[in-house]
């Protein structure tokens, strides 16, 4: 699973950090980013929590498919 933050819509209401922490961080400004596009196995429902808390739709989730 990829996932990104488009900084361009963060508003910084950090939903998406209270919701999963482990994958969303928040910068001095408040607004969200993603130390690592891929987020390990173990974290993707998190990571689709916070995307799902987001009120302004600025996080992307890519789910990968192995060849």
């Known amino acids: ?3 990104t933050v ?5 508003q910084g209401h950090t939903m998406c ?5 482990e994958v969303f ?8 980013y993603v130390e690592s596009s891929e987020v390990p196995a173990e974290l993707h429902a ?3 929590a ?6 302004e739709r600025a996080i992307v989730i890519e ?3 192995r060849p």
Do not use: F, I, Y
Request: glycine content about 6%; hydrophobic content about 35%; charged content about 25%.
């Open 1 to 3: 699973m990829k996932v």
């Open 6 to 10: 488009n900084r361009n819509h963060c």
């Open 17 to 21: 950090n209270m919701a999963a922490s």
């Open 25 to 32: 961080k928040l910068d001095e400004d408040g607004n969200a």
């Open 46 to 48: 998190k990571a689709q």
């Open 50 to 55: 916070g995307a799902a808390a987001c009120p």
């Open 63 to 65: 789910e990968q498919t």
